[in-house]
């Protein structure tokens, strides 16, 4: 599912939810021209176990909290979600998945969101046109810890 409560979008019969990068077909096209290879089957393996590890599927549900935080301070917010990489977009768009609908997202806004964050010591991908990721390496208290400080960014964000 991605961070919004979307569901992802499979291409492949149900293997790696390539629409989800934003890309559609061309990436789902290309990998799985890759999985025809010797070479290529065992990398798209690695990737789908990494893509669909249920560990980091429940990490990135308890992100879905920053989200939520966001909802609540009345911030238009959306994210885009593959595994453990997201996007973050300060936009009353539905979705995004083009650049053109990327860069119609609020810079500036994101801009103090990422600022505010760091200054209570989280470090976030800092741009609107970077992705960020939750691993294996998060435990939950850093994902609380995270999804606080955002709850407190948010009910303070005036632009």
Request: with cysteine; proline share 3%.
């Amino acid at each position: 599912m991605f961070l919004d409560g979307r569901q992802k979008i499979r291409t492949d019969g149900g293997h790696a939810p390539a629409r989800g990068i934003g890309a559609g077909e061309a990436i789902a096209q290309k990998l799985k021209e890759l999985a025809r290879t010797a070479r290529g089957v065992r990398w798209y393996e690695q990737f789908l176990e990494l893509v669909e590890d249920p560990e980091i599927d429940a990490r990135v549900a308890e992100a879905q909290k920053l989200v939520q935080a966001a909802l609540d301070a009345g911030i238009p917010l959306t994210t885009n979600q593959v595994g453990g990489m997201f996007g973050i977009f300060f936009t009353e768009a539905d979705q995004v998945t083009d650049y053109a609908g990327a860069t119609a997202c609020d810079v500036a806004r994101f801009r103090a969101f990422f600022h505010a964050m760091l200054a209570r010591g989280q470090y976030l991908a800092p741009s609107a046109f970077e992705a960020g990721f939750v691993s294996a390496a998060h435990a939950e208290a850093d994902l609380a810890a995270t999804c606080a400080a955002a709850g407190e960014v948010f009910s303070r964000f005036r632009l």
